[in-house]
């Protein structure tokens, strides 16, 4: 028997979940926080996401979704590489930042936080608890979004802390 709570299938097959019902149902799910960030040469590009994820071991692969209208994905297009950058608690203001909510764009975003590069070139964050420094590997368009794959080349932070966390809507700690 299926919970009343559960939506069925509209007439004609269609899901009877709207995106609405959809964000609404993702906003309750707990997820860490990570700034994705590209270069070539001195022009620099990132945004917040929170849909990341390990690939595979061997190789090491990291996996990014990315809204398919962003400027930084097109960046990172161009430039062929990337770097996740794993915010701890204290990053809030540079998940804000990226995220858009400050008002900053493009260079501007970085005056925020203390950035270095590792191999690629790709600005890491001195205070992430780590960074992912990768080469893209593929991209994919899926429905809204595109998928990002990366290899890790290089490997940066991995330092102690809380993790931030985007839940409801808002970034916090655990």
């Keep these: 028997m299926q919970p009343s709570s559960f939506a069925a299938v509209a007439a004609g097959g269609q899901p009877a979940v709207s995106s609405a019902e959809f964000r609404q ?3 309750q799910v ?3 926080v990570h700034v994705i960030t590209t270069a070539a040469g001195a022009h620099r590009a990132g945004l917040t996401a929170s849909a990341v994820t390990s ?3 061997t190789p ?3 996996l990014v979704c990315v809204h398919s209208d962003s400027r930084t994905l097109a960046r990172i297009a ?3 590489v990337f770097c996740v950058n794993t915010l701890s608690e204290a990053d809030q203001e540079v998940a804000e930042t990226f995220a858009g909510r400050k008002g900053l764009n493009g260079e501007e975003r970085f005056a925020v936080g203390s950035w ?3 191999q690629t070139g790709s600005p890491a964050l001195g205070s992430a608890l780590a960074c992912f420094d990768c080469r893209l590997v593929e991209s994919r368009v899926m429905a809204t979004h595109t998928i990002v794959i990366g290899e890790v080349v290089a490997l940066g932070g991995q330092q102690a802390g809380q993790g931030l966390i985007y839940r ?3 970034f916090g700690a655990f």
């Design 116 to 118: 270095g590069r590792l």
């Design 60 to 62: 090491p692969l990291m």
């Design 30 to 32: 707990t997820a860490a």
């Design 78 to 80: 161009a430039n062929g």
């Design 55 to 57: 690939l595979s071991d």
């Design 168 to 170: 409801n809507r808002h």
């Design 25 to 27: 149902a993702m906003a």
